[in-house]
């Protein structure tokens, strides 16, 4: 593929050389001749320029490019690259850099953005998955399919624990993508059950905020003090 990186700092030219690595054609764009140290991604092509001009972004090949990655350490910026590669150069696929989360209202797809990444929310999130269990902790989410990615670890009370994965009855248009066990992503077989300690990556609409209380139901063990599961979702609300 043809990606094209708006910030060549730290984070583009890290993402720029894992996705060398993985065989994709590397375009790196930034207006401060400062980070464009060229010898550290040798293998990518260069442009010094404003990725925020339509001229700039036509010179650095966007028009050709499978996917559009708005790095900056701007949010207005990240916005306003996300929006011409989207609208003026129809990229597929278009994922911005969002440095701060109360912005996170704005990275949807009326700004061209497909994918929004927070490394304050990342951080967030691996956080409370690795204190939390049995409940859900948001991952990230798809802002042009208004889903979310959720995370829940399996606590070993879990009443889950033990049934077959193909046998439980999640909300309605949730979807269970993966079980990580042992480190390991687990294809499930009709006769696999789970185990405590798996942890669940789920699908959850975005519209639909009954979803994971009701998530949080089917995995907690009832303690029978009346609600209290639920308020555990509003944590990953935050995330």
């Given at each position: 593929?043809?990606?094209?990186?708006?910030?060549?700092?730290?984070?583009?030219?890290?993402?720029?050389?894992?996705?060398?690595?993985?065989?994709?054609?590397?375009?790196?764009?930034?207006?401060?001749?400062?980070?464009?140290?060229?010898?550290?991604?040798?293998?990518?092509?260069w442009v010094l320029a404003d990725a925020c001009s339509p001229d700039a972004l036509r010179d650095a090949g966007?028009?050709?490019?499978?996917?559009?990655?708005?790095?900056?350490?701007?949010?207005?910026?990240?916005?306003?690259?996300?929006?011409?590669?989207?609208?003026?150069?129809?990229?597929?696929?278009?994922?911005?850099?969002?440095?701060?989360?109360?912005?996170?209202?704005?990275?949807?797809?009326?700004?061209?953005?497909?994918?929004?990444?927070?490394?304050?929310?990342?951080?967030?999130a691996l956080v409370e998955e690795a204190v939390s269990t049995a409940m859900p902790v948001r991952l990230f989410s798809f802002s042009s399919a208004e889903v979310s990615?959720?995370?829940?670890?399996?606590?070993?009370?879990?009443?889950?624990?033990?049934?077959?994965?193909?046998?439980?009855?999640?909300?309605?248009?949730?979807?269970?993508?993966?079980?990580?066990?042992?480190?390991?992503?687990?294809?499930?077989?009709?006769?696999?059950?789970?185990?405590?300690?798996?942890?669940?990556?789920?699908?959850?609409?975005?519209?639909?905020?009954?979803?994971?209380?009701?998530?949080?139901?089917?995995?907690?063990?009832?303690?029978?003090?009346?609600?209290?599961?639920?308020?555990?979702?509003?944590?990953?609300?935050?995330?």
């Open positions: 593929m043809k990606i094209v990186i708006a910030g060549a700092g730290t984070l583009g030219r890290s993402v720029a050389l894992e996705l060398l690595d993985h065989g994709h054609d590397l375009t790196l764009i930034d207006h401060n001749p400062e980070k464009l140290k060229v010898a550290s991604v040798a293998d990518a092509d966007v028009a050709d490019a499978d996917v559009m990655i708005a790095a900056t350490g701007d949010d207005k910026a990240n916005l306003v690259v996300s929006l011409l590669a989207k609208t003026e150069f129809a990229v597929p696929r278009v994922v911005a850099r969002m440095n701060h989360p109360k912005n996170e209202w704005l990275f949807n797809e009326s700004w061209g953005v497909d994918v929004s990444v927070s490394t304050p929310r990342i951080m967030t990615m959720y995370s829940i670890v399996l606590p070993s009370e879990s009443p889950l624990v033990g049934q077959r994965i193909p046998a439980i009855t999640l909300p309605a248009r949730t979807v269970l993508t993966s079980v990580l066990r042992d480190d390991r992503p687990l294809t499930p077989t009709v006769d696999d059950a789970f185990e405590a300690g798996d942890q669940l990556l789920l699908l959850v609409p975005n519209s639909d905020g009954s979803a994971l209380k009701a998530l949080t139901d089917l995995v907690q063990i009832d303690t029978g003090d009346g609600g209290d599961a639920a308020d555990g979702s509003s944590a990953a609300d935050a995330v």
